[in-house]
T-cell receptor, first 117, second 113 residues
């Protein structure tokens, strides 16, 4: 149980284009999903918290107009990187919580490798 | 600011040995801790968690110890296997963070056959 999927697993795009990444909870409903970015040999950095039916909450320094988040249902959240630039190349990982309690574990997706040329 | 960090960035052990990965945290309000394993090119995988009202929790071949006095967390892996080779992250959350996880820097565990 508690499986989270991401699509695509890998994407290459040209600078200036937009890329959409999907995050799905396959066997549970997730009121809250999280989006992280991870650069090589570094830890995960939280970008934003995605809440079903409401606006996402972005961490300090993350541009909300550049990283658009839509939590359309209890099993799907999408991250759109708009006008991508080479510095946006990174490993993007989502996670989801089955419940709303403080001590609920987050389960992570397999990640999406984005390369912007 | 508040942070979760690791003492050792790399750890190399022989197959069959026990491994101990350490983590220090600075937020005294942290009340839930999780260890994740991340293999190259993959997302983090849940290993074991512990709440602040406990000081020890055991799973299959893994044990997490929590020392709230010195704000220290450790992950013990018994009979380490080559498949255990990965980066291990500790993460914490607290009531004031709206359930957001703060990750440590990670420790690369290499198991030599």
């Amino acid at each position: 149980g508690a499986v989270v999927s991401q699509h695509p697993s890998r994407v290459i795009c040209k600078s200036g284009t937009s890329v959409k990444i999907e995050c799905r909870s396959l066997d549970f409903q997730a009121t809250t999903m999280f989006w992280y970015r991870q650069f090589p040999k570094q830890s995960l950095m939280l970008m934003a918290t995605s809440n079903e039916g409401s606006k996402a909450t972005y961490e300090q320094g993350v541009e909300k107009d550049k990283f658009l988040i839509n939590h359309a249902s209890l099993t799907l959240s999408t991250l759109t990187v708009t006008s991508a630039h080479p510095e946006d190349s990174s490993f993007y990982i989502c996670s989801a919580k089955p419940g709303q309690g403080a001590w609920e574990t987050q389960y992570f997706g397999p990640g999406t490798r984005l390369l912007v040329l | 600011g508040e942070s979760v960090g690791l003492h050792l960035p790399t750890l190399s052990v022989q197959e069959g040995d026990n491994s101990i990965i350490n983590c220090a945290y600075s937020n005294s309000a942290s009340d839930y801790f999780i260890w994740y394993k991340q293999e190259s090119g993959k997302g983090p995988q849940f290993i074991i968690d512990i709440r602040s009202n406990m000081d020890k929790r055991q799973g299959q071949r893994v044990t997490v110890l929590l020392n709230k006095t010195v704000k220290h967390l450790s992950l013990q892996i018994a009979a380490t296997q080559p498949g255990d080779s990965a980066v291990y992250f500790c993460a914490e959350t607290n009531p004031g963070s709206n359930y957001k996880l703060t990750f440590g820097k990670g420790t690369l565990l290499t198991v030599n056959p």
